[in-house]
């Protein structure tokens, strides 16, 4: 009876029990990023808490989170990429905990971004260098899962190579030694991530061990510009930038090709001015390298330099003059209201160069002066003629007439515009235009070779054109024009005295065809963009040589009202 009593107790217990565990978690379900898992999965309403079990084997799950039942999430993190994990979760009722999840699994992200390559990889000092050893530094990488330096080295005969493992990731200085003595070596340094992914190696750095009898290499070469009137600057290419023990440049010079009898050590520079040349004089250069311990490497291929007159784009020789009606010689720039007089005076001076009768030159006249000073209306407003008025603002590219400009100044130069037109009819107006651009160059001997001697031009074009407007399609108007120019121009270098400053006026004149095309939108009614080509002929109607005009081709935006 006893035994009968205490086997239904157990039962009982074991019921209850049962019946207090929550249910098993279902729907596991699992995303990962390289280093995380995260698991979500539905849940018992009664649960209290949930545990997370994770491993790398289905048959061990070593590792458990304890999750609050609100949350039915958890994110496993500090995993290794590309591993594959498994997973299985379990509810918590009454501390009563249900049988897990079936196992899942799921294979991490590879990782395979590389680290950035150590910079700035060098030896530590000039005491870095010994018989047996050397000591590099270099700038610590910042990738949170750097694990460790590789640094490599090789001798130059390419028989020794090596390499060895800064193992701290927080490192930036090692020795590498167990090298031989008076040798040459060629060293270079990668970073290595926890995956094992490889930076690219850093260039190598040229090590010569003691005692060194090893010169340094031979300078990648030597060149020599003329930088004053009477001063020449010999610059000498790098071709010891990885050298470790590098410490200087000597310049071999003299009057006679072959005949280089005298030099200067000019220390780790690699430019020198030699000054108080006369004008025709030669000279013959050439340059080597040296190392801390004296050792001196070959010298360069020799080079020759003569002092020459210099000259500047504008009055070479004195072949470019100003106009007469306005004076720049104060140095400021003014806009005179004779300008007005000026264009309508150029126009006659322009309808006389092609015979046209004394009665049509007063009748252009006339609507000229009308046009800067009546207040005209057309009564038939359309789309592509919404009033009298336009102005707008536009940006160009310079071709000029004179193609040794780009000996000078190069060939991008991008002035920017800004015009106002009015219409005295529907298809003719007139207009008024001024521009702004500036270069900086260089100046050239007079056989043509570049200096280092700077300079610089600014122009500042002003121009005024009669244009016939057509209607080309709805919304789209073409235009040709022509008319005179007064364009004020400067130029100034380096070798005031030599070359003073030049500053003028210069009269030309201009043809144009373009197309405006306006906007569609009634929002934005009147305003719309322009395409333009014109061709400058700013010579003072040809008695100066230089002609600073040229073709000028210009995208803008105007608002016509």
């Not at 023990?245 to 020198?272: K, M, Q, R, V």
């Not at 070479?316 to 005179?336: L, M, V």
Request: net charge negative.
């Amino acid at each position: 009876m006893k035994l009968r009593l205490i086997f239904l107790i157990s039962i009982l217990l074991m019921i209850s029990q049962n019946t207090l565990a929550a249910g098993v978690p279902t729907n596991v379900t699992l995303s990962a990023t390289k280093t995380t898992i995260t698991v979500t999965w539905s849940g018992d309403s009664d649960a209290d808490n949930y545990f997370v079990y994770w491993g790398t084997e289905s048959s061990n799950l070593d590792n458990r989170a304890n999750v609050s039942d609100q949350l039915r999430e958890y994110i496993i993190t500090g995993l290794e990429s590309g591993t594959t994990y498994y997973v299985a979760v379990s509810s918590v009722d009454n501390s009563v905990e249900s049988d897990r999840s079936p196992v899942e699994s799921i294979k991490t992200l590879e990782d395979t971004g590389i680290p950035s390559t150590p910079t700035d990889f060098f030896v530590t000092g000039e005491n870095g260098i010994r018989e047996h050893a050397v000591d590099l530094k270099w700038n610590q990488n910042t990738e949170s899962d750097l694990d460790h330096y590789n640094i490599y080295y090789v001798t130059a005969s390419g028989i020794d190579d090596n390499v060895v493992e800064a193992n701290d990731s927080d490192s930036d200085s090692f020795t590498v030694s167990g090298l031989i003595s008076s040798v040459r070596y060629k060293v270079s340094i990668t970073a290595v991530d926890s995956s094992g992914n490889e930076s690219d190696k850093s260039d190598e750095l040229i090590v010569d061990t003691l005692v060194d009898s090893i010169p340094p290499n031979q300078p990648a070469g030597i060149s020599g510009l003329l930088s004053g009137s009477h001063s020449v600057t010999i610059t000498i290419s790098d071709g010891n930038s990885q050298m470790a023990d590098f410490a200087g440049n000597i310049i071999y010079y003299g009057i006679a090709a072959g005949e280089l009898d005298n030099h200067l050590d000019i220390g780790n520079s690699f430019s020198y001015v030699i000054d108080d040349l006369p004008i025709g004089a030669t000279g013959y250069f050439a340059a080597s390298s040296y190392d801390f311990s004296g050792n001196e490497g070959a010298t360069t291929d020799e080079i020759s330099v003569t002092v020459e007159d210099t000259q500047r784009f504008l009055n070479k020789p004195d072949d470019f003059d100003g106009g007469c009606f306005i004076g720049a010689s104060d140095g400021n720039f003014h806009i005179p209201y004779q300008l007005l007089f000026l264009l309508a005076s150029t126009l006659i001076l322009v309808l006389k160069r092609i015979r046209v009768s004394v009665i049509v030159q007063t009748i252009f006249l006339v609507c000229a002066l009308c046009v800067f000073s009546s207040d005209v209306s057309i009564a038939n407003e359309t789309p592509e003629m919404p009033g009298n008025n336009i102005i707008g603002l536009s940006v160009g590219y310079y071709i000029p007439a004179e193609s040794d400009f780009e000996d000078y100044y190069g060939d991008d130069t991008f002035p920017v515009y800004g015009f106002y037109e009015r219409f005295f009819s529907e298809h003719f107006s007139v207009d008024i235009e001024s521009g702004y651009m500036k270069e900086k160059g260089n100046l050239l001997t007079e056989s043509g070779e570049k200096t280092s001697i700077g300079t610089e031009i600014t122009f500042v074009p002003v121009s005024s054109s009669i244009n016939c407007n057509m209607k080309i399609f709805p919304y789209v108007v073409g235009y040709i024009g022509a008319g005179p120019d007064y364009w004020y121009c400067k130029e100034k270098t380096d070798e005031g005295v030599e070359h003073p400053e030049i500053e003028e006026w210069v009269g030309g004149y201009h043809g144009k065809v373009g197309v405006r095309l306006y906007n569609t939108d009634e929002n934005f009614k009147g305003t719309g963009a322009l395409l333009e080509s014109r061709y400058s002929s700013i010579d003072r109607f040809g008695d100066n040589k230089t002609d600073i005009g040229g073709w000028t081709f210009k995208f803008g935006f105007f608002y016509h009202f």
